[in-house]
């Protein structure tokens, strides 16, 4: 398999440029375990196991699904050995650990916000997925699924458009295929697109019609364990017919994502717009004179509804922050701890020579 065919591009030659001349090969994750990772190379879907210090500085963490690393075949099975720095990623909460940031989807370009239109979009949902992708470096599309059940397209769309008004919406069928060359044509080959979005949406239906006849070539893959055994898996990402990849893993159906006060704007520009004509440059459009926001809404220029959904995606976000901010304290005061003993322990030495 051609490298170029899973997203390989100039940024990430120039990337991987240093390990040129070491052993380490470019792979893609297309599927993370626990404590290994499935990966697509140039010579095909391979285990590898994750090295124990990645980076030291934590940055990168972990690889997650869509990451590009080098792999050091030296070793039994394959480890991986560098994460290459990502363009586009969608975060999530760490269920269970606080609030630590946990990578769910790498190197990401578009963001499907997937609703059916049996149940009918949920505007508040859109808007959140929609300010997650911004946030992550990535543009999201709407897709409406399940077009073949849907008696009112026009006000469908129209409540898609409610919780994202500057994103494009799409309507498709699985059912009938009505909308997917439409869809086909946003997934440019070498891109790589994640579905977002809650269960029963037709996510894994969409993936199938996209995947046309190639599914079980390309999505199962046959895998050695350890003791030498094959066992079938589904890998998380998958490439299209096209030329485009398709994530869709279970860590980010969820929307429990990362969402960065800083970055709600972009969600929000027709706010930012006003918001730059505000008497102070740290308004927050609540109560403040010369609010140029708050004046819009009254003029009517602007939706009442978008700023109160500014305004709670703001607040969560922040809180979010708050917490974030109180586990760093809790890392660096471990931290401290640890050097307290590490000094320690080397004066004893010292002391004792
Ligand atoms: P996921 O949980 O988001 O992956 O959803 P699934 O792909 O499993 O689909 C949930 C249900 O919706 C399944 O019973 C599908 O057959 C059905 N479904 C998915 N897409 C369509 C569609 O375009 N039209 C109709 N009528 N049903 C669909
Ligand atoms: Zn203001």
């Known amino acids: 398999m051609n490298l170029h065919d899973i997203g390989w591009n100039d940024r990430l030659e120039s990337l991987f440029a240093p390990f040129k001349n070491s052993n380490l090969f470019p792979a893609r994750v297309t599927r993370v375990n626990r404590g290994a990772v499935t990966v697509q190379s140039e010579i ?18 972990q690889p997650a699904v869509g990451d590009w690393v080098g792999i050091d075949p030296s070793e039994s099975d394959g480890v991986v050995r560098v994460i290459l720095p990502r363009s586009g990623s969608l975060s999530r909460r760490r269920p269970g650990e606080g609030d630590c940031e946990q990578v769910a989807a790498a190197n990401v370009d578009l963001v499907f916000v997937v609703e059916s239109l049996d149940r009918g979009p949920n505007p508040r949902r859109i808007e959140r997925a929609s300010a997650i992708a911004w946030d992550g470096g990535a543009t999201p599309v709407v897709i409406l699924t399940k077009l073949d059940l849907c008696d009112d397209l026009e006000a469908s769309i129209g409540k898609a458009r409610e919780g994202a008004p500057f994103v494009d919406v799409m309507a498709v069928s699985a059912e009938t295929g009505e909308g997917i060359d439409l869809l086909a044509g946003v997934l440019v080959p070498r891109s ?10 037709g996510k894994s239906t969409l993936t199938n019609r996209l995947l046309g006849e190639e599914r079980l070539a390309v999505a199962e893959v046959r895998e050695g364990d350890r003791k030498g055994r094959h066992t079938t898996t589904f890998r998380e990402l998958v490439v299209l017919p096209d030329g485009a990849c398709l994530i869709d893993t279970p860590g980010i159906r969820e929307l429990g994502l990362w969402l960065d006060s800083g970055a709600i704007g972009a969600a929000f520009p027709e706010i930012g717009e006003a918001a730059g004509r505000c008497r102070f440059g740290d308004c927050r459009h609540e109560t403040e004179p010369g609010c140029a926001v708050l004046e819009a809404v009254e003029l009517g220029n602007l939706d009442p509804a978008r700023l109160a959904s500014f305004q709670r995606l703001r607040r969560e976000a922040e809180s979010l922050e708050m917490r ?20 320690r322990q080397a004066l004893k030495y010292k002391n004792r020579g």
């Open 44 to 61: 095909g879907a391979t285990v590898a196991s994750i090295a124990g210090r990645l980076s030291p500085d934590g940055e990168l963490g």
């Open 192 to 201: 790589t697109a994640v579905l977002l979005g809650p269960s029963g949406v």
């Open 324 to 343: 974030r901010d109180e586990s760093k304290r809790h890392e660096v005061r471990a931290r401290e701890r640890n050097f307290g003993k590490m000094v």
